[in-house]
């Protein structure tokens, strides 16, 4: 599983080095193979292990062509899919694609997700963060979800 916050310098040419704590566990699970798409709902990318990523990928292609809003995120999701592998330095190259949709240039937020990493440029990632503190989650009649009522932490 992934999980943290980490700041990460991409280079010139958009390579960026995965955190050591990640890299074996990739390594292991996806033999460094990668997979990175854009987020439809943030302005982020997606970074996925090449089988968790082929496992969503099967869902989506499952999932009818003919209704308008799935045929908009299989585009959108698998269309911008892009396979990349770690090299022996533990980097991944970023189309430059990737980064301009994300709005990423020298530093980036590799947020841990459970399954996935997001990236974010990292100024992006301080806005978003002020806007969901100061949103306490709750709706127009000040009720929380009910998946997060009953949670404990």
Not at 101 to 112: C, E, F, H
Request: net charge negative.
């Amino acid at each position: 599983m992934f999980r943290g916050l980490t700041a990460i310098t991409v280079d010139a040419k958009g390579r960026l080095a995965i955190p050591t704590r990640y890299r074996a566990s990739i390594e292991e699970e996806a033999k460094g193979r990668l997979v990175a798409t854009i987020n439809t709902m943030d302005s982020c990318l997606l970074l996925y292990t090449l089988q968790e990523w082929e496992a969503i990928e099967e869902k989506l292609s499952q999932l009818s062509s003919f209704h308008p809003a799935t045929r908009r995120i299989q585009r959108l999701l698998i269309g911008h899919a892009t396979d990349m592998d770690m090299d022996r330095s533990g980097r991944i190259l970023l189309p430059a694609l990737l980064r301009d949709y994300a709005q990423i240039d020298s530093q980036v937020m590799l947020v841990g997700q459970g399954n996935k990493f997001e990236l974010w440029a990292e100024e992006r990632w301080r806005e978003a963060c002020h806007e969901w503190l100061d949103d306490d989650g709750s709706d127009e009649d000040g009720n929380l979800p009910s998946e997060l009522a009953g949670l404990s932490l």
